[in-house]
């Protein structure tokens, strides 16, 4: 069965540090997401990416971050100076339109 | 503002008996629903899902009943065993921008 796959499973960084985190998105999928889970509260929803263009974006996707689709199958999440309060479980999902979604297992960021 | 939130926020069930578990939501322009579960340090997964122009969907041991009157989803899960042991969460979705908004979860305890 198809999946989406995330590395690394666990990323211990440096406050101040940038981090770079990368997802293969199920193969034939049209939308890419991430989204994040601190420590004990709900998933929330970081950023939509469609047809190599940010679609939707939250309040939490400030200037510090930034998605890529380097070539036909990796999706990349970017922080660029990372804060204590980014350590979360990050997670990348892909879906077709009008269809479901699929998670990926996850990284967990731990910031310094 | 939109939201999507659950009754309650932890439900144990003996194993072998029926587990119901709800979730409000706030959105009625929302156009899909969908309940995953989440087992601890993974990603979440999916179960099943729901189109707002349905009332009921079956899936194996599953069943979510949809009623839009009252803006409710519940998740039925039949013969629990001690594996269905997860935070559960509903999320909605608005076809067009394609994002989840998820619920803040139900963990569910099967008590063998």
């Known amino acids: 069965e198809p999946e989406v796959t995330q590395t690394p499973s666990h990323q211990v960084t440096q406050m101040g540090q940038e981090v770079i985190l990368r997802c293969v998105p199920i193969s034939n999928h049209l939308y890419f997401y991430w989204y994040r889970q601190i420590l004990g509260q709900k998933v929330e929803f970081l950023v939509s990416?469609?047809?190599?263009?940010?679609?939707?974006k939250s309040e939490i996707f400030d200037d510090q971050f930034s998605v890529e689709r380097p070539d036909g199958s990796n999706f990349t999440l970017k922080i660029r100076s990372t804060k204590l309060e980014d350590s979360a479980m990050y997670f990348c999902?892909?879906?077709?339109?009008?269809?479901?979604?699929?998670f990926g297992q996850g990284t967990r960021l731990t910031v310094v | 503002g939109e939201s999507v939130g659950l009754h309650l926020p932890t439900l144990s069930v003996q194993e072998g008996d029926n587990s119901i578990i709800n979730c409000a939501y706030s959105?009625?322009?929302?156009?899909?629903f969908i309940w995953y579960k989440q087992e601890s340090g993974k990603g979440p997964q999916f179960i099943i899902d729901?189109?707002?122009?349905?009332d009921k969907r079956q899936g194996q041991r599953v069943t979510v009943l949809l009623n839009k009157t009252v803006k409710h989803l519940s998740l039925q899960i039949a013969a629990t065993q001690p594996g269905d042991s997860a935070v559960y969460f509903c999320?909605?979705?608005?076809?067009?921008?394609?994002?989840?908004?998820f619920g803040t979860g139900t963990r569910l305890t099967i008590i063998p």
């Open positions: 999902a892909s879906s077709n339109t009008g269809g479901r979604t699929f």
């Open positions: 990416f469609y047809n190599n263009e940010i679609s939707e």
């Open positions: 999320a909605e979705v608005n076809f067009g921008n394609e994002k989840l908004t």
């Open positions: 729901i189109r707002s122009n349905m």
């Open positions: 959105n009625s322009a929302s156009d899909y």
